[in-house]
């Protein structure tokens, strides 16, 4: 048997692609963001992991929340500790699945067209962009406000 027939046979198992691509690729994005400076602070202007993560969910549907969860894991929970690491990972998950489950219903069927699908372009905006950001964003506030996230009070430093 050569490789090629083993990764044609479980590329879209759990265990296959979803899991290793994020544990692989989320540092590499993670390098990749575009911030800069306003102010005394700094302002994420592309925030890559949240795309990416949203990327997975939309190629692989739900086989790519193990390997999600486990690429957050690995890269909070060393710098935060676990309780961190664990709000950080529902922090994601929770846009991640509300953005992807809004796509799927109000989308159904016509998720693998192409972008040039005019039809469907104002839901694409909605679920694609603006809906996870948005919560993300809400979240991030949120948990700040009641003290979840202790080692950091803005996005300077480690990306949340």
């Known amino acids: 048997m050569n490789i090629h027939h ?3 046979q479980n590329k879209d198992r759990w265990w296959a692609l979803p899991l290793i691509l994020p544990v692989v690729l989320l540092p590499v994005l993670s ?5 800069t400076q306003l102010g005394d602070g700094i ?4 925030y890559l992991p949240l795309s990416f993560l949203l990327t997975l969910m939309l190629f692989f549907g739900l086989e790519a929340l193990p ?4 690429s ?3 890269r909070y929970y060393p710098s935060v ?3 961190e690491a664990m709000a950080g990972i529902l ?12 796509y799927r219903v109000f989308a159904p069927r016509r998720n693998m067209t192409a972008y040039g699908d005019i039809r469907l372009m104002g839901q694409r905006i909605f679920w694609q962009v603006f809906c996870p950001a948005t919560l993300f964003l809400l979240l991030f506030q949120f948990a700040v406000y009641l003290g979840v996230y202790e080692s950091r009070q803005s996005l300077t430093g480690l990306n949340p």
């Open 43 to 46: 302002v994420a202007l592309y």
């Open 72 to 74: 957050l894991f690995l």
């Open 81 to 83: 500790g676990l309780f």
């Open 6 to 8: 083993i990764l044609k």
């Open 67 to 70: 390997g999600v969860v486990v």
């Open 91 to 102: 922090h994601f998950i929770v846009p991640l699945v509300l953005s992807w489950g809004g």
């Open 31 to 35: 390098v990749a963001n575009t911030l």
